[in-house]
């Protein structure tokens, strides 16, 4: 794959780091009360577009096939919102003792509290050929980490419930009416909510290089990424354990889609959530660095075991169908 394609296939991960290294150059354009005004247009209006966008791309049809499969997808949510966090967070006890960025660690947290992108982990799930069997909540989600955060809980759902469900509602409603003009233009709703989300991430980290009193070492960055990757193949291997035991009643196809539906966070999600949750924090960009590791991370390895897990669900599959064909009677 030549530079041309690669920056073509993975522009976003370039960009987020290219709107980091340009906060860092001038941090004063996107810093709070600035031109950019990012307290109006940042937290109201482009939180909004991001779920008003979603609203319209969102197929109903698919959310209720995909509502169908309820095994498959109360397994995946228990994973991702109740297990997940809970094992992150015994295992940021321990890690609450050593050196590492306080802020870092919690930013681990939130990670763990992300449900997982409909983007990458479907995109993943359909290269190897399984079924897509996810559908995130975004409520619950917000109401397990407001009960972490200092701002008040009724600040957060009233907020949250503007910037994010009434869009979203708005969205599948205008959906109805132009859905003909929508499957025909096909509209790159993903590149949109991308270039919206670029400009977050961007205003984030202007207010964090404008503080002077923020510092992130390379020792707790360089072991963050380490934990990152760790626990993602950790809890990749973990999920095929569970799916592929003998009662756990998951087909290979299913499986291929617990491990990357429960194992991927979502940044379009996170990173507003963030903003809303957190908003106030002076060190929110510290926060939102583990998710904006975890993102490259999550798209890194699976495209890695991509082939592998495909490989494994054909020989699979074959498997079966052999044992389920009817024995050839023995002639006497």
């Known amino acids: 794959m030549g530079p041309l394609e690669r920056l073509r296939k ?61 095994k498959l997808h109360l397994f995946v949510q228990i994973f991702t919102l109740v297990f997940f966090p809970t094992a992150i967070w015994l295992f940021l006890q321990l890690l609450s003792i050593t050196p590492i960025n306080e802020w870092l660690l919690k930013g681990l947290q939130t990670v763990g509290c992300m449900p997982p992108p409909v983007s ?80 977050i991430i961007y205003t984030t980290f202007c207010d964090t290089f404008a503080n002077p009193n923020i510092d992130l070492d390379k020792f707790s960055l360089i072991i963050i990424v380490f934990i990152i ?52 924090y002076e060190h929110l960009s510290l926060i939102s660095v583990p998710l904006l590791i975890y993102h490259p991370a999550q798209i890194l390895l699976g495209s890695l075991l991509v082939p592998t897990i495909k490989s494994w669900m054909v020989s699979r599959q074959k498997a079966l169908k052999l044992t389920r064909q009817p024995k050839a009677p023995v002639k006497v």
Not at 136 to 162: A, K
Not at 253 to 262: G, L, N, Q, R
Request: hydrophobic residues 50%.
């Open 120 to 199: 990458s982990a479907v995109i993943l799930t359909k290269a190897v050929g399984g079924n897509e069997g996810i559908v995130i909540t975004p409520l619950l989600l917000l109401l397990f980490l407001g009960s972490s955060s200092s701002v008040p809980f009724t600040s957060i759902f009233s907020q949250l419930f503007m910037t994010v469900v009434v869009p979203l509602i708005i969205g599948q409603i205008v959906r109805r009416y132009i859905k003909d003009w929508l499957e025909r233009k096909k509209p790159p709703f993903g590149a949109i909510s991308s270039c919206v989300l670029l400009m």
């Open 229 to 280: 990757f760790s626990v993602q193949m950790s809890f990749m291997f973990l999920t095929f354990l569970f799916s592929t035991r003998n009662n756990s009643g998951f087909t290979p196809a299913d499986t291929v889609a617990v491990i990357f539906c429960s194992t991927h966070k979502s940044l379009t999600l996170g990173i507003p959530m963030l903003k809303i949750v957190f908003a106030g």
């Open 10 to 70: 993975d522009w976003f991960i370039f960009g987020i780091v290219l709107v980091i290294a340009v906060a860092r150059l001038e941090p004063a354009v996107g810093v709070k009360g600035g031109p950019l005004k990012p307290e109006i247009t940042i937290t109201y209006i482009a939180v909004s577009a991001i779920f008003f966008n979603s609203g319209l791309s969102l197929k109903t049809e698919e959310l209720t096939s995909a509502l169908m499969h309820v």
